[in-house]
């Protein structure tokens, strides 16, 4: 495994016993759903949250990157926590493929 790979699987392993940490319902969800966080995550992580577009999507994301040079990497984990504990609710009992066309075009991300 190269370096590379091994970093990413880190951040991977990482993130999972976080989201098992902060919540736990709903990775009890995914699990049942099939539904792991590298679908999705990684994309999230290499674009840092770019896919949200429209003007509300443009100013999270600058918050995001002031944020993430203030504080690093961790940041990112924590904006990934909070879009899914925002958006559960929403997508509450929906299945595997709903959510993965939801987070791959993160276009309407309405935050309170």
Known sequence: MTDEL?????RM????KLFAK??????????GINLKNEFFLYDWMITMFTKVQGLEGIELVLRIWDIYLLHG????????LVILKLKHRSLNNAPMNYWLDYFT??????FP
């Open 6 to 10: 091994a970093q990413i699987e880190w």
């Open 13 to 16: 392993d990482f993130f999972n």
């Open 22 to 31: 902060v919540l736990p319902k709903l990775q009890i969800e995914f699990k």
């Open 73 to 80: 990497e961790p940041i990112l984990y924590c904006f990934a």
């Open 105 to 110: 075009d993160m276009k309407n991300l309405d």
